[in-house]
């Protein structure tokens, strides 16, 4: 395993619970470590860079509270035209966040300011392109996001996308999309993964933001009812078909010329408020519950998918 020491500590399961637009907060990213996975928080779901402050400040509190905690990360928009970005940034290096996972632009803008107080920064890509990048960049990291996963989703398969990326890069890989079970986590250490970034099977969990409506139409979703669409941020997502129908959208037809804006936030919010992102692993959730509950049946999952007889060969 070629994760960090840092990230290692107290860890119960090789897997972050992944960051997650208007659903992950601090009790979110609490109960995660708390669990023995490590938790995650995109900023811009603090409403303001003070908000961010103060969220920091709540999980820095709990977390003291427990030693044996996971270690956690925030979620940065590092595209140029989001406004907050430096000022959220000054709050991550005022708090020596242990990892800061970059989205949407190019991690450079924040990789000298993190190492200099001993962060680590992992870089969220979409394809073999971006990770080529990422990696010429100087990250600790990279979070290959493919095919099947929830939000914005990349479109290679996690099979192949390991495959590539291994070919140039032996630093530490998370492989997001559609991971949603224990067997699935020890699947993605087999291909050549260090660890594994879940979302959609969390979105439903008690310590969540999202609504009760969202958690229920999760739990009733499967792979069939994800519907591929540009047509709400401008940037290929995956979508919960009923949220789609619900919001007015014709899922057989969306518009697909809407063109990406990350300048505002909270703009954002108001398409995904109306519409629900999930990923084609949504089907393996099957209730609202404690995150702690997951996790637990995530590690049973995972202990008994290391014990699984291989295939034997016919002599
Ligand atoms: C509702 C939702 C919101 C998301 N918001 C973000 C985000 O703000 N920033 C980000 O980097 N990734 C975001 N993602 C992607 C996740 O961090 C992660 O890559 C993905 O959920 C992993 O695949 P899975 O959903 O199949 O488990 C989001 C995913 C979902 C389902």
């Avoid at 290096?93 to 924040?110: E, M, N, Y």
Wanted: aromatic residues 6%.
């Amino acid at each position: 395993m070629s994760v960090p020491a840092s990230l290692q500590r107290n860890l119960a399961l090789p897997a972050i619970a992944a960051p997650m637009f208007l659903v992950s907060g601090p009790e979110m990213v609490i109960a995660a470590c708390r669990a023995g996975m490590i938790g995650s928080f995109p900023a811009p779901n603090a409403r303001t860079s003070a908000d961010l402050e103060d969220w920091i400040g709540q999980i820095e509190a709990a977390l003291a509270e427990t030693p044996q905690a996971a270690p956690w990360a925030i979620n940065l928009v590092v595209h140029p035209s989001n406004d907050r970005f430096p000022a959220d940034l000054e709050c991550v290096v005022r708090h020596k966040v242990p990892l800061v996972i970059t989205a949407l632009g190019s991690p450079t803008r924040v990789i000298d300011a993190v190492h200099s107080y001993g962060g680590l920064v992992f870089a969220d890509v979409n394809s073999v392109g971006f990770a080529r990048k990422a990696a010429a960049a100087g990250v600790d990291g990279l979070v290959l996001v493919a095919a099947g996963a929830g939000g914005h989703t990349g479109q290679t398969a996690g099979f192949a996308f390991v495959e590539e990326v291994r070919q140039f890069w032996s630093g530490p890989i998370v492989l997001g999309g559609a991971i949603s079970t224990g067997q699935a986590i020890r699947a993605a250490e087999v291909l050549g993964a260090d660890l594994a970034y879940l979302g959609t099977s969390l979105i439903a969990c008690e310590e969540s933001l999202a609504a009760p409506d969202y958690k229920d139409m999760v739990v009733a979703a499967g792979a069939e009812d994800i519907v591929p669409s540009k047509g709400i941020t401008g940037v290929t997502a995956n979508w919960l078909r009923l949220s789609l129908v619900a919001a007015g959208y014709d899922p057989a037809n969306m518009p697909e010329d809407k063109q990406p804006n990350f300048e505002n936030a909270q703009d954002d919010a108001k398409a995904w408020k109306n519409v629900w992102s999930a990923g084609q692993g949504v089907g393996a959730v099957r209730a609202a519950e404690p995150l702690g509950a997951i996790v637990e049946r995530l590690k049973s999952e995972y202990a008994a998918a290391c014990s699984l007889p291989r295939f034997a060969a016919k002599e």
